[in-house]
């Protein structure tokens, strides 16, 4: 199996219907959910599950009690035709940095920006990330996160289905391997459509995702 790319923060399984890819997580896995939180203005609403260590994976769709907002909501989850592995993203120890290092590497991982969410105990959540048309549109380079000094999203006690592995191709893998290098990320990349895929083990055994 693939290893696992250091610094994981989290997956990106993004959704034209949030309640129905839960619903398929749980019976395909035995493990359900837990609700995230609401993005505020964007139109959107996750659930999470640990990934092992601090690692989760975010099951993110429309929020059908906002109102839609005035631009695109995140990941293309108005015009995806079913669930899909979209991203992921990386905890650098120094996100400014890290951003420095890639461009002067050639790959601009795009602007810092500032986000929120408030977790359905009320917790409010603060994080930036990269953001931005500069970054691949494969969705293969992940971006970059900085939880500051709030909780991280594992810390809250999510139910939890083991990475195992992580599986990214790519019809030319030469051309986004020097981006990845560029973030200091390991992740393997073979030949093969864009795509992300990643299994995990849960009480009815492993299961991959695409």
């Given amino acids: 199996m693939n290893a696992i790319p250091a610094r994981l923060d989290h997956l990106v399984l993004a959704t034209p219907d949030l309640a129905a890819t839960v619903a398929d997580f749980t019976r395909r896995t035995g493990v359900t959910p837990a609700p995230g939180g609401v993005h505020v203005g964007l139109g959107t609403r996750n659930h999470l599950v640990a990934l092992g260590g601090t690692s989760y994976l975010e099951i993110i769709g429309p929020d059908p009690e906002q109102p839609r907002p005035r631009g695109p909501r995140p990941f ?85 289905t083991p990475l195992l592995s992580l599986t990214a191709t790519a019809p030319a893998p030469d051309e986004i391997r020097p981006l990845l290098a560029a973030l200091d990320t390991g992740l393997h990349l073979a030949a093969g459509p864009v795509g992300l895929s990643f299994t995990v083990d849960t009480p009815r055994g492993p299961v991959t995702f695409g």
């Avoid at 979209?86 to 940095?97: E, F, G, H, M, Y």
């Avoid at 461009?103 to 994080?127: A, E, I, Q």
């Avoid at 939880?147 to 006690?157: E, K, R, V």
């Fill in 76 to 160: 293309d989850v108005d015009i995806l035709a079913a669930a899909r592995t979209v991203t992921w993203a990386i905890a650098p120890p120094d996100l400014d940095a890290a951003v420095a290092r890639a461009r002067s590497r050639g790959y601009d991982p795009g602007d810092v920006r500032p986000m929120s969410r408030r977790r359905p105990d009320g917790t409010l959540l603060r994080w930036r990330l990269t953001d931005g048309d500069t970054q691949h549109p494969s969705g293969l380079v992940p971006f970059l996160i900085d939880w500051g000094t709030s909780p991280h999203p594992t810390a809250s006690g999510l139910p939890g």
